[in-house]
């Protein structure tokens, strides 16, 4: 059985940094996208996806919302990848997702494209 695991998550105060881990398991092989998404708290928040890193090429996605700012890596050794979040705002406030999938397409920001979830990690920013 696959599972991805984040961990990281906490409170940090607006222009602080945080680190989010997602540690994958019971897979065998390459995972071609790896990606987070965040979920704002509320009713009706959508998923959306805010990085993603390729393995075939180790190209890097980011939303407009967060470019600059976050920084996703993965780790192939030791199946794990990482968001680095510096310079928060508390629009970042949200529940984290990362998100896997086995095969490779153009768009990375779409949830139906993802084999594989984690169950979410939450992130406060206060102002």
């Known amino acids: 059985e696959v599972q991805l695991v984040e961990s990281g998550g906490g409170s940090a105060p607006a222009g602080g940094s945080l680190r989010l881990t997602c540690a994958v398991s019971?897979?065998?092989?390459?995972?071609?996208?790896m990606a987070w998404f965040r979920q704002a708290p509320g009713p009706g928040t959508e998923r959306e996806g805010i990085?993603?890193?390729?393995?075939?090429?180790?190209?890097?996605y980011y939303a407009d919302s967060v470019n600059g700012r976050f920084t996703i890596s993965r780790d192939d050794v030791s199946n794990t990848i990482y968001l680095q979040m510096n310079a928060l705002k508390p629009e970042d406030t949200g529940t984290y997702f990362c998100?896997?999938?086995?095969?490779?397409?153009?768009?990375?920001?779409?949830?139906?494209?993802?084999?594989?979830w984690g169950q979410g990690t939450q992130v406060t920013v206060s102002s």
């Open positions: 990085a993603a890193v390729y393995s075939h090429t180790g190209n890097r």
């Open positions: 019971g897979y065998t092989g390459s995972l071609e996208t």
């Open positions: 998100a896997a999938r086995r095969l490779w397409t153009v768009l990375w920001h779409g949830t139906d494209q993802y084999n594989f």
